[in-house]
Every structure is written in structure tokens, then in C-alpha cells.
């Protein structure tokens, strides 16, 4: 079961700026740092954003991480087509001694 | 290039076992904390389980724990995730993803293997 919540979807036009929102608890997102997925249409997650705000090579600076308290939140400036994906967020849990994910947010490019 | 290669899904009828294999190669293996994720179709994604780069250390999600046992071979660079007792609600693409003790972020993950639990 999903611990951290996520709209279920966003959208935009080419060239828009979207913003997804994750929010947690304490003993997730409040004491452990958050990274996001990009999942592709029937393709394996790919890491997009690392400890709240890093991008790994090769990640577009159009894509960027923020955390704040218990939630974060990932932005995409400058909306593009092949940016139409499922976006999750995650966090390790200290009260579960495991990981957790987001709900997942699907990212529609109008 | 570092690479992930899950296999072992298939069709199983409730109650059955499977064991799945993730086979690593491209990165010291031993050096890396292993896990399992899974996705049921259509749905999220949910962590399954974890083993520390030793394998002395596991830990397992409510949903699993007790069923399904995670195991590594780090002399032929390979991850196991014996799962038994197998329910309908396990029904899933079942990803192996590695990250290192000191790292709490999944580079990269493999393409998947599909388990199917039906009579």
C-alpha cells in the first residue's frame, strides 16, 4: 500500500510548467531525504530526481525537486511531449525499515 | 554498462510457488544493498523487500513477510526472491533495482518479469 499521496494526474500544454506535490509523514519524507521515478508507457521506472534535488546525468534541468517539512514536490518547466509519463515519488520509512512509494501522478501533455 | 536482468515469472495457481532471479552485471555486485519492487497492472508501485550487500540483513513488506524470502549468490553476481504461498493480489511486474547502504535511491532497475497468480 501506497504511503505517500500524489494527485493522480496533471497536465499541460508544451512549453507549461507543472508542479507535483508529494506528501508524507515524519518518518518518511520528514527525516529522509525523497527521490522520484519516471515511468515511460510500459517501460521500468527511470530515477529522475535524487536526495530531494539531484538530477543524474543525463536528467533535462527542466526537471527539479524540492522538499519541504513532510512533503516535496517535482517540477517540470517547459512541458514536453515525451515528458508524458507516470511520476512517483518515494522515501525510506524508519517506523517500516522499508521504502515507500507515492500513489503516482500520470503526467498528460495537451 | 551496469545492467539488471530479472526472470522466473510465469503463471501459478494460488497457493503455488516461483522463485525469480535477477541476474547483475556491469558494478562489484557485493557492494550493493539489493531489492525487489512490484507493480500489479495498472497499479502503483510497491517495494517488496531488501538485502543488505552481505545478505545478513533483510527486511520484507507487510504484505510478503512471512511468504516470500529474498536471498543473493554474490560469487555468480545474482539476486532471488523465493516466493511462496502465492495469492491473487500478488499478480504484479516484479523489478529488481540495487542501491548502495549510504544511498537511499533505486539506479537503475531492471525491465521486469511478470508473475500471474490464477487457477
Known amino acids: 500500500q501506497s504511503v505517500l499521496t500524489q494527485p493522480p494526474s496533471a497536465s499541460g500544454t508544451p512549453g507549461q510548467r507543472v508542479t507535483i506535490s508529494c506528501s508524507g509523514s515524519s518518518s518518511n519524507i520528514g527525516s529522509n531525504t525523497v527521490n522520484w521515478y519516471q515511468q515511460l508507457p510500459g517501460t521500468a521506472p527511470k530515477l529522475l530526481i535524487y536526495?530531494?534535488?539531484q538530477r543524474p546525468s543525463g536528467v533535462p534541468n527542466r526537471f527539479s525537486g524540492s522538499k519541504s517539512g513532510t512533503s516535496a514536490s517535482l517540477a517540470i518547466s517547459g512541458l514536453q511531449s515525451e515528458d508524458e509519463a507516470d511520476y512517483y515519488c518515494a522515501a525510506w520509512d524508519d517506523s517500516l525499515n522499508g521504502f515507500v512509494f507515492g500513489t503516482g501522478t500520470k503526467v498528460t501533455v495537451l | 554498462q551496469v545492467q539488471l536482468v530479472e526472470s522466473g515469472g510465469g503463471l501459478v495457481k494460488p497457493g503455488g510457488s516461483l522463485r525469480l532471479s535477477c541476474a547483475a552485471s556491469g558494478f562489484t555486485f557485493s557492494d550493493y544493498y539489493m531489492n525487489w519492487i512490484r507493480q500489479a497492472p495498472g497499479k502503483g508501485l510497491e517495494w517488496v523487500s531488501y538485502i543488505s550487500s552481505s545478505g545478513s540483513f533483510t527486511n520484507y513488506a507487510d504484505s510478503v513477510k512471512g511468504r516470500f524470502t529474498i536471498f543473493r549468490d554474490n560469487a555468480k553476481n545474482s539476486l532471488y526472491l523465493q516466493m511462496n504461498s502465492l495469492r491473487a493480489e500478488d499478480t504484479a511486474v516484479y523489478y529488481c533495482?540495487?542501491?548502495?547502504?549510504?544511498?537511499?535511491?533505486?539506479?537503475?532497475w531492471g525491465q521486469g518479469t511478470l508473475v500471474t497468480v490464477s487457477s
Open positions: 536526495s530531494n534535488d
Open positions: 533495482a540495487r542501491n548502495l547502504v549510504t544511498e537511499d535511491w533505486f539506479d537503475p
